[in-house]
């Protein structure tokens, strides 16, 4: 497999990304809001610039020196040390290959040795199986369910106990 590795997203590599994107129906739970993006230098400012929080961490999923996605920590919480995890690859050449999977074990390893979080969420649409194949895979259990979404988590101890092992 080529390389992945993630990288603190910067303007020029949100750009860069948004130039190839294309929206994916999957990620709405009501379809009738869903829209093909069209690229336009404003917005994705604007975009970006709104995810500049503390309690968020934007990282850019790299291919080599290609951005292909990007996988967001946020809801960081430091009095529970947890946050709920995201991604998104830039279109569909990107998915199916394993590339996700990696990004999501680096994603992990980055809230647990980096910020040194206790537990990491994710919220899945019923609907977005794949990603719900990809985020049990790397060791988060499904802790509940409601009528859009099955909730997962991974702490600490478990991350350890499968991505630690001696």
């Known amino acids: 497999m080529d390389s992945i590795s993630l990288k603190l997203m910067t303007r020029e590599l949100y750009h860069e990304m948004f130039k190839e994107w294309k929206t994916d129906a999957i990620i709405f739970s009501d379809n009738a809001v869903f829209e093909e993006f069209s690229y336009d230098k404003a917005r994705v400012d604007r975009d970006f610039d709104s ?15 290609k951005p292909i996605g990007e996988l967001e920590l946020k809801h960081i919480k430091e009095e529970t040390k947890e946050c709920s995890l ?15 999977t990696e990004a999501e ?23 977005n199986t794949r990603s719900q194949r990809v985020v049990e895979k790397i060791g988060f259990k499904c802790v509940s369910e409601d009528a859009e979404e099955r909730h997962y988590e991974i702490n600490r101890e478990d991350y350890i106990r499968i991505y630690k092992k001696c």
Not at 51 to 57: D, I
Not at 89 to 98: A, C, R, S
């Open 51 to 65: 995810k500049q929080e503390k309690t968020r961490v934007v990282l850019a999923v790299m291919l080599d020196d």
């Open 86 to 100: 995201s991604i998104h690859m830039i279109n569909d050449n990107y998915k199916g290959k394993g590339y996700g």
């Open 105 to 127: 074990k680096l994603g992990i390893k980055y809230a647990f040795e980096e910020l040194k979080l206790e537990k990491v969420t994710a919220d899945i649409l019923h609907k």
